[in-house]
């Protein structure tokens, strides 16, 4: 009886032993559930100014709101963000271990892959890290494009000085959401 006690703890105490909570796909569904809603409201941002001003009154409140956007869908413990190879916020800088993931999601893209169904996790010093690929979309093009009109190339170009993030084509890599956590306690 002892024995069978002591050998159904193994597991767990490998867990513990090797710092991982048992518990990562929960994390993972956890991270994956907090997307929809942020990347709802970036766009719903984006189409309502485009609608009220054009394109301009867009890249301005892009570039006034999105920040902001990301903060408040950070909810304790999880941060929340976009990151990218090519930026246009340098901001959204990756770290090494995004950088390697956005390549590696597009070396599958070209390998033949969806993107739409590419995500990533690990833990990284002690942080629970998640990310999805964002596909270039249609309405993406205006400001990520090939083809950016003048004066909207100008406005960025004035408000991003080091922009890296144009000349996508439809259905590129654009960047990726990417979510961050401390990695709970372990239970004690
Ligand atoms: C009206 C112009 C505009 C449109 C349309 C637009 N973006 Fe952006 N995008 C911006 C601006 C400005 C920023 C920088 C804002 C920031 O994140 O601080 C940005 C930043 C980003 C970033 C963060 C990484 C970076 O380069 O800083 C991603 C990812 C991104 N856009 C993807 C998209 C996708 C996907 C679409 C289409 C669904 C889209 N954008 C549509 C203007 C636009």
Redesign the pocket.
Known sequence: MRLIAILGLLPALAAAGAGVPADLDSLEHEAAGLIPAFQQQ??QT?QT??KAGG?EQ??Q???QL??GI?AAHSRSPWTVG???L???????RADAWERQVLEDFARRQQAGEDLAQMSASAVVAGEYRYMKA????E??L???GQAIEPE?AAL?EQ??PND??QGFRLGEL???FTLRRPLPEPAP
């Open positions: 970036l766009l984006v100014a485009l394109p867009a890249v409140a892009c570039q999105a920040p990301a976009r990151t990218a090519r930026l246009r916020n340098p901001d959204n964002i596909a270039t979309g309405p993406c205006a400001c990520h909207l960025i408000r991003y890296q993030a654009r960047g990726a």
